[in-house]
């Protein structure tokens, strides 16, 4: 694949965890990834590890809550990598509660960054997908979508990122375009360890106890969910559109 005809993806939240996993294995698929966070200096080692690759890639800055920030963080990867046509939304926040003690900005900082910022981040790639007869959009979901203690916040916007999923297949099909979501179960990460500290657990004994509630018994990794990923942004994936993978390690109920 020329560099002319490499396909560009946005992957947000990339620079640890699932979406620096994500990253790493779009970019060993042949694309060009725009590596985009709220600190475009965090970005650095996913970049570094694209480009050690072989790869291209571009760190951004960016809050994906804030309209005028996306707009111009999907305006300057056109102009520095070239149209975006695969985005996928990982960037999430945990601000996790029981509901009594629960903030408005513990609601509002989580369903900004997820539901908003999935949405802007949308709108703004789409209209290069449309241009190109071709996109692929992935939403990180949870299998908290089914409800978690502590997590209403998190959950509900969870809950709605499968919703505005399986709108974005309908409303986009037509122009070449697929919607899917990705729901991780347990996944070792950043966000895992702060629930584990939250509920007052060594994060070690806390992965030791989940994996003995998983049939295959271990915990999931970033790059198990990358796969997920890769699969539904890929070319192979034209005619599934809509759907919601739970990558869990085995069924939910």
């Given at each position: 694949m020329?560099?002319?005809?490499?396909?560009?993806?946005?992957?947000?939240?990339?620079?640890?965890?699932?979406?620096a996993?994500?990253a790493?294995?779009?970019?060993?698929e042949g694309?060009?990834v725009?590596?985009?966070?709220l600190d475009?200096?965090a970005c650095?080692?996913?970049v570094?590890t694209?480009?050690?690759?072989?790869?291209r890639?571009?760190?951004?800055?960016?809050?994906?809550?804030?309209?005028?920030?996306?707009?111009?963080?999907?305006?300057?990867v056109?102009?520095e990598l070239g149209?975006?046509?695969?985005?996928?939304?990982n960037?999430?926040?945990?601000?996790d509660?029981?509901?009594f003690?629960?903030?408005?900005?513990?609601?509002?900082?989580?369903?900004?960054?997820?539901?908003?910022?999935?949405?802007l981040?949308a709108?703004a790639?789409q209209k290069h997908?449309?241009?190109a007869?071709?996109?692929?959009?992935?939403n990180?979901s949870s299998?908290?979508a089914?409800?978690?203690?502590?997590q209403?916040?998190?959950?509900?916007?969870?809950?709605?990122?499968q919703?505005f999923?399986?709108?974005?297949?309908?409303?986009?099909?037509?122009f070449?375009?697929?919607?899917n979501a990705v729901?991780?179960?347990?996944?070792?990460?950043d966000?895992?360890?702060?629930t584990?500290?939250?509920?007052g657990m060594?994060?070690?004994?806390?992965?030791a106890?989940?994996a003995?509630?998983?049939?295959v018994?271990r915990?999931?990794?970033?790059?198990d969910?990358?796969?997920?990923?890769?699969?539904?942004?890929?070319?192979?994936?034209g005619f599934?559109?809509?759907?919601?993978?739970?990558?869990?390690?085995g069924?939910?109920?």
């Open positions: 020329s560099t002319t005809e490499q396909r560009v993806a946005i992957v947000t939240g990339a620079a640890r965890g699932i979406g996993a994500t790493v294995r779009l970019a060993a694309r060009a725009a590596v985009l966070d475009e200096a650095k080692d996913t570094d694209i480009t050690a690759a072989g790869g890639a571009l760190a951004v800055g960016c809050d994906v809550s804030d309209a005028a920030q996306v707009e111009a963080a999907v305006e300057r056109a102009a149209a975006p046509t695969v985005l996928v939304n960037a999430g926040v945990l601000r509660n029981l509901l003690k629960m903030s408005d900005s513990d609601w509002d900082t989580v369903m900004n960054v997820h539901l908003r910022g999935a949405f981040m709108r790639c997908m449309v241009d007869g071709f996109g692929r959009v992935v990180l299998s908290s089914l409800g978690n203690r502590g209403v916040n998190y959950s509900a916007a969870k809950a709605g990122l919703g999923t399986k709108t974005l297949a309908i409303e986009l099909g037509k070449g375009i697929t919607a729901a991780p179960g347990f996944i070792a990460t966000m895992t360890a702060a584990a500290e939250r509920v060594g994060f070690e004994d806390f992965q106890a989940a003995t509630q998983i049939p018994r915990v999931g990794e970033p790059a969910i990358a796969n997920a990923i890769a699969f539904f942004t890929g070319d192979a994936a599934v559109s809509g759907q919601v993978m739970y990558v869990a390690g069924p939910l109920n």
